[in-house]
Every structure is written in structure tokens, then in C-alpha cells.
């Protein structure tokens, strides 16, 4: 069973940073490229940034570049979001999501989601 | 960035009526679309990718359509676990989703 839990989310003063985690199992997580997506509160979906499978191509939303960066540990099933010069517009529910298909060269979508961590940045 | 564009914004269907839900792309996605349900208090569930294949365990009722720029995703007969926001979502390029459509009880 694909589990992806995420972990390390909290509140935060504006300006400080924040690493959040996602601890995959039940799949062969460096076949898959992964990707976090946020929902501010009562608001719509929004994908903040992903990696491939090896790492090799990363992409960011236009509203975290250059705050945010996406990593992975393959061999520690593990995906993280270093969250860096956080503001209230950040605050949201992050949740992890996997590629549907194996070592793929472009993205795909999403087949399985995380329940979420929430990041709530406010002074 | 691919700006995507669901129509309408809410939507009052009857249970066991039909509901057409749209999305439009700002430039064209091929078939690199997705459609999601999303619940109160729950993660998106994948319906449908490719534009119109279901995903593992959806129900027939739920089908997709189009390619290029219009997409349309319809449920033919709805049920009471059916009522819920759906966003459609392309990958064609980095990842865009709707703003979502909220299906509610009419």
C-alpha cells in the first residue's frame, strides 16, 4: 500500500524558515518523480514544486523561487521542502504527492497524495 | 505558466441528474490532463488523467473529454458521495491546476 506521510509543519514568525518532510513507503520511491502542493485555507490547489526520480529536473512556482527548495533522499524514501523567508501568504495545508509513472521524462500526474502537514506563518 | 479555467465556479445538481463541469487551458495541453475530487477535511483522489481514462476503482459514471485547450469532465448520474470540488489540473508543462468547481446538492 503507497503511503506518503508528511511531517514538520508548525507556526512560524514571518521572515524565519521551516523543512518539511515526506516519509514515502509501498512504492519504489526513486522510480517516481515527487512533488509538494499546497491549500491555503479555503482556497484551491496550488502546486508549489517537484523533482524527477533522479533528481536531474526540478521546477518551483513563480511564488516560491528562489525561496523554496525541493529535495529527496532515495534511499531514505524521503522528500523535503526547505522553506526559507516565509511569509503569511505561505500559510497553507502542504501536501506530498507521486508521479503516477515510472521514470518518466516529463510530468505526469498525481495518482497518490499525503494527508498533509499545515505551515501557518503569522507573527 | 499554463493558466487553466474551470467552469462555473458552483454548481446545483439534483442527485441522479447529469453534471458537466469545464476546463480550459490558456494554451494547449494536449492530453496531458487530469481531473481531481476533493472532499472536506481530505487529500485530492485522482478521476481521471490523460484527459479522459479513469483512474484505479472511479466509477464509469465519471467520464473526461477533450483535448487541446477544452475539457470537460461529466458525471452522468450523481450520487450523494459525489457532491464534493473538483479541479482539473495539466501537466504538460510544470504542473497548474483550476480554481475548482463545487458540486453541491440543488
Known amino acids: 500500500e503507497v503511503q506518503l506521510v508528511e511531517s514538520g509543519g508548525g507556526l512560524v514568525q514571518p521572515g524565519r524558515s521551516l523543512r518539511l518532510s515526506c516519509a514515502a513507503s509501498?512504492?519504489?520511491?526513486?522510480?517516481?518523480?515527487m512533488h509538494w502542493v499546497r491549500q491555503a485555507p479555503g482556497k484551491g490547489l496550488e502546486w508549489v514544486s517537484g523533482?524527477?526520480?533522479?533528481?536531474?529536473?526540478?521546477g518551483y512556482a513563480d511564488s516560491v523561487k528562489g525561496r523554496f527548495t525541493i529535495s529527496r533522499d532515495n534511499a531514505k524514501n524521503s522528500l523535503y521542502l526547505q522553506m526559507n523567508s516565509l511569509r503569511a501568504e505561505d500559510t497553507a495545508l502542504y501536501y506530498c504527492?507521486?508521479?503516477?509513472?515510472?521514470?518518466?521524462?516529463?510530468?505526469?500526474?498525481?495518482?497518490?497524495w499525503g494527508q498533509g502537514t499545515l505551515v501557518t506563518v503569522s507573527s | 505558466e499554463i493558466v487553466m479555467t474551470q467552469s462555473p465556479a458552483t454548481l446545483s445538481v439534483s442527485p441522479g441528474e447529469r453534471a458537466t463541469l469545464s476546463c480550459r487551458a490558456s494554451?494547449?495541453?494536449?492530453?496531458?490532463l487530469a481531473w481531481y475530487q476533493q472532499k472536506p477535511g481530505q487529500a485530492p483522489r485522482l478521476l481521471i488523467y490523460?484527459?479522459?481514462t479513469r483512474a484505479t476503482g472511479i466509477p464509469a459514471r465519471f467520464s473526461g473529454s477533450g483535448s487541446g485547450t477544452e475539457f470537460t469532465l461529466t458525471i452522468s448520474s450523481l450520487q450523494s458521495e459525489d457532491f464534493a470540488v473538483y479541479y482539473c489540473?495539466?501537466?504538460?508543462?510544470?504542473?497548474?491546476f483550476g480554481q475548482g468547481t463545487k458540486v453541491e446538492i440543488k
Open positions: 504527492a507521486k508521479d503516477m509513472v515510472a521514470v518518466s521524462s516529463g510530468w505526469e500526474t498525481f495518482d497518490y
Open positions: 509501498g512504492f519504489t520511491f526513486d522510480d517516481y518523480a
Open positions: 523533482i524527477s526520480w533522479n533528481s536531474g529536473s526540478i
Open positions: 494554451q494547449s495541453v494536449s492530453s496531458n
Open positions: 490523460g484527459a479522459s
Open positions: 489540473q495539466q501537466y504538460n508543462n510544470w504542473p497548474t
